[in-house]
């Protein structure tokens, strides 16, 4: 059975950091896209950063670029979301995804191929 697990999301002040872990099972992350995505009440579900199943990487939100970086822990099958400088902005529930991008970079996954989702964790940054 394949599962995402989220965690470390959290209530942070305005310029604080925030780790976010995505724990795989059932799968092995390297083999598989893993994007991050976040969705604040009332507005759309964006993509914040992918790592693809070879070697690509991509922001998907501009306004996280310089802040959000994202890393793959193979012994661990984890991928991680590091976030710094946080801004009230980026309050969401985070979600991390896996989706077969056939080695072509998960920037070619349409939203209907992230097949796999985790259960979200809730980030709260305070002004």
């Known amino acids: 059975e394949v599962q995402l697990v989220e965690s470390g999301g959290g209530l942070v002040q305005t310029g604080g950091s925030l780790r976010l872990s995505c724990v795989g099972s059932g799968f092995s992350v390297d083999d598989y896209a893993i994007g991050w995505f976040r969705q604040a009440p009332g507005k759309e579900r964006e993509e914040v950063l992918c790592?693809?199943?070879?070697?690509?990487?991509?922001n998907g939100d501009d306004s996280v670029k310089g802040r959000f970086t994202m890393s793959r822990d193979t012994a661990k099958n984890t991928v991680y979301l590091q976030m710094n400088s946080l801004k009230p902005e980026d309050t969401a529930a985070y979600y991390c995804?896996?989706?077969?991008?056939?080695?072509?970079?998960?920037?070619?996954?349409?939203?209907?191929?992230?097949?796999?989702w985790g259960q979200g964790t809730q980030v709260t940054v305070a002004s």
């Open positions: 995804a896996a989706g077969d991008d056939y080695s072509m970079g998960c920037h070619t996954l349409r939203e209907y191929e992230w097949t796999y």
């Open positions: 790592i693809g199943s070879s070697d690509g990487w991509t």
